[in-house]
Antibody, heavy 118, light 108 residues
Framework: EVQLVESGGGLVQPGGSLRLSCAASGFTFSIYWMSWVRQAPGKGLDWVANIKHDGSEEYYVDSVKGRFTISRDNAKNSLYLQMNSLRAEDTAVYYC???????????WGQGNLVTVSS | ENVLTQSPGTLSLSPGERATLSCRASQSVSSNYLAWYQQKPGQTPRLLIYGASTRATGIPDRFSGSGSGTDFTLTINRLEPEDFAVYYCQQYATSPFTFGPGTKVDIK
């Protein structure tokens, strides 16, 4: 059974940092691209970042470029999102998700709430 | 950025009726890299359709997708009580991947 389990969210002050983790199981993690997608409270879905299966390529939405870093450790079947210089508008539930068939997401983690507030 | 617009914003229907949801892209979506998701309150999104018209694993055949280029449609035949939810389209042909704002299907 495919499982994606996120951890690391919480409350952080504006300008602060937070690192999200996503533990993957039930599939061969090392051959899949992986993504982070977020959803602000009561709002729609927003793609945040992608990383290639071997970590050699990364892509970001413009609003997080230079502040967020996606990474992975295939030996630990884990995906990460390092978030720096956090802003109030980064407040959202963050999902790790597995893209298939070019980039649609067939499996999602349970979501992890990040709240940026003073 | 390929901006997706969904209409209507809310669709009020009764169980057993047909729902027709529209997703329009500001630029052509190459290779029909267009997906549809269902999300219920407090739940994670669920992939329904990918490649514009291919049902994901385990999705009932009352859900169907169609369209190409910039205009796509999700049709739900014979709405079941569990189908009342928010539906999002997503294009994954070009970066940044983008989602539409959603269509809420609620009970009339």
């Amino acid at each position: 059974e495919v499982q994606l389990v996120e951890s690391g969210g919480g409350l952080v002050q504006p300008g602060g940092s937070l690192r999200l983790s996503c533990a993957a199981s039930g599939f061969t993690f090392s051959i899949y691209w992986m993504s982070w997608v977020r959803q602000a409270p009561g709002k729609g879905l927003d793609w945040v970042a992608n990383i290639k299966h071997d970590g050699s390529e990364e892509y970001y939405v413009d609003s997080v470029k230079g502040r967020f870093t996606i990474s992975r450790d295939n030996a630990k079947n884990s995906l990460y999102l390092q978030m720096n210089s956090l802003r109030a508008e980064d407040t959202a539930v963050y999902y790790c998700a597995r893209p298939v068939a070019g980039g649609s997401y067939d499996f999602w983690g349970q979501g992890n709430l990040v709240t940026v507030s003073s | 950025e390929n901006v997706l617009t969904q209409s209507p914003g809310t669709l009020s229907l009764s169980p057993g009726e047909r729902a027709t949801l529209s997703c329009r892209a500001s630029q052509s979506v190459s290779s029909n890299y267009l997906a549809w998701y269902q999300q219920k309150p407090g739940q994670t999104p669920r992939l329904l359709i990918y490649g514009a018209s291919t049902r994901a694993t385990g999705i009932p055949d009352r859900f169907s997708g169609s369209g190409s280029g910039t205009d796509f449609t999700l049709t739900i035949n014979r709405l079941e009580p569990e189908d009342f939810a928010v539906y999002y389209c997503q294009q994954y042909a070009t970066s940044p991947f983008t989602f539409g704002p959603g269509t809420k299907v609620d009970i009339k």
